[in-house]
């Protein structure tokens, strides 16, 4: 048997290709859209890509499930699990809980999972040749390593009313499944630590059933509902605004993109124009080169593993955009962007034309320290706004702070002061850096970035004790 693990960092989504050497076949489990990255798998391996199987519809990453059945001619195997609401809607094999997938001398048993989503499976795999007894459990949103897929994203992001509690139900019914698996089978998830499917992903790729069931919170509450029920949807991250348009792009006939996309580099009089028109620029530097010199009017989303989340959020799927990014990054995002299903990616500058074209133009600001927080504190009439989640502002926070999570900022501007000075701050000075970007783009000028955060103000606290 082969198997290689396809982990993409910026989505904390993983990948799989699992393929039978005597066949030379291969499956594709829950593959991203860029899907270039499987046919230089299979190609080095001397095998052809003819299953890809998805465990669910997703909604954090746009699959390329039809993009690689397109290229490969391969069979898409998918849920037919979950009402109306959940059928994926172009052409595809249709599978239940406790059919099984042949390939070459691999079977995969469908497992329906639902609690993160109605319609979610699970393979089991086993691998003849070697054994009788299954090895290997691909549970995409169903257990993570230490964790298990939150059931609340269908009502948080795509706004279906009630569904929550009744996917908490099918989560602990489903766990009580889970736990009579061999303890020696691999489960190999859809995700690790950074994804907001959950609260407590472990950093780890792969874990075992054994394992899970004497170290996942979740497997520690099977004998009281209520408390799984109270633990499983408290305390979970805000889920991306963009979830919502990955569940509907995932299920319906779509437009396919079989290739990573070229983006032009705009001369000064396109850029010149790219302003007049309004649209949206995105400057992808590290916040301390943007403070060094900016453009009013854009934002701040650094290129690390948090840019396509933060670009879901802000950046809406039917409006252009433009990136200012080194020339030598535009290829990796772009093809962040796209696993997103952001395609308007109309064209980018350099920060070296940025200087170039906006000569004497450019905008500068000074984070601020602890010092100059307290002092501002001490004289008053001051507004202190903390940028992070929910959850993280209740376990701590500056006294007299308002909580207004940085993905929703711009729908809350109206609480933002404008009569008296506001200090801005979030955990270590990433997120506070986007929020800067966005309200000097929204006209507040009397803003400043507190870069340390909570993380600086609290080990100050911590010194006194």
Request: charged share 25%; glycine share 8%.
């Amino acid at each position: 048997m082969f198997f290689e693990l396809v982990y993409d960092k910026s989505l904390a989504q993983a990948s799989y290709v699992i393929g039978c050497q005597a066949a030379g076949v291969a499956a594709v489990i829950d593959p991203k859209r860029d899907v270039d990255t499987y046919l230089q798998v299979a190609k080095a391996n001397n095998m052809k890509i003819t299953h890809i199987l998805e465990t669910h519809i997703h909604a954090d990453f746009l699959s390329g499930s039809r993009e690689l059945a397109a290229l490969t001619g391969a069979e898409m195997y998918l849920s037919d699990e979950g009402d109306e609401n959940w059928k994926y809607e172009f052409p595809h094999n249709k599978v239940k809980g406790g059919d099984v997938i042949k390939m070459g001398n691999l079977t995969f048993e469908v497992i329906h999972t639902p609690g993160h989503t109605p319609e979610s499976i699970s393979f089991l795999l086993t691998d003849k040749p070697a054994s009788q007894e299954p090895v290997m459990f691909f549970t995409g949103d169903f257990v993570f390593v230490g964790d298990v897929g939150r059931p609340d994203l269908l009502e948080q992001a795509a706004g279906l009313k009630g569904t929550q509690d009744i996917g908490a139900a099918q989560m602990y019914d489903s766990l009580h499944e889970f736990n009579k698996l061999g303890d020696y089978i691999q489960v190999w998830p859809g995700h690790g630590a950074g994804s907001a499917c959950g609260k407590a992903l472990g950093a780890v790729p792969m874990t075992t059933v054994g394992y899970e069931k004497i170290r996942n919170w979740a497997l520690q509450l099977l004998n009281d509902k209520s408390a799984f029920t109270k633990e499983l949807l408290s305390g979970q991250p805000e889920p991306p605004k963009y979830f919502a348009m990955m569940k509907k792009l995932n299920k319906v006939d779509r437009k396919l993109m079989t290739e990573v996309p070229k983006v032009k580099n705009l001369s000064n009089k396109e850029f010149d124009q790219i302003k007049s028109e309004g649209l949206k620029i995105i400057d992808t530097r590290p916040w301390q080169d943007y403070a060094k010199g900016f453009l009013k009017g854009t934002f701040s989303i650094t290129n690390n593993n948090s840019f396509s989340t933060w670009m879901g959020w802000y950046v809406n799927y039917d409006e252009n955009f433009v990136l200012i990014a080194n020339e030598n990054q535009v290829e990796d995002l772009t093809r962040k962007l796209m696993r997103i299903g952001l395609d308007n990616f109309y064209g980018y500058i350099t920060p070296a034309q940025l200087n170039e074209f906006e000569k004497g133009k450019l905008e500068t600001f000074e984070p601020i320290d602890k010092d100059a927080v307290e002092a501002k504190l001490n004289v008053g009439n001051v507004q202190i706004v903390d940028v992070r989640g929910v959850s993280e502002f209740n376990k701590g926070h500056i006294e007299g702070a308002d909580n207004l999570f940085v993905g929703k900022l711009q729908q809350n501007l109206d609480k933002i002061a404008k009569d008296k000075p506001v200090i801005i701050h979030c955990q270590s000075g990433a997120r506070s850096a986007i929020a800067y970007s966005i309200l000097r783009a929204n006209g507040f000028d009397n803003i400043e970035n507190y870069a340390g955060g909570w993380a600086d103000w609290s080990s100050k606290l911590r010194q006194l004790v």
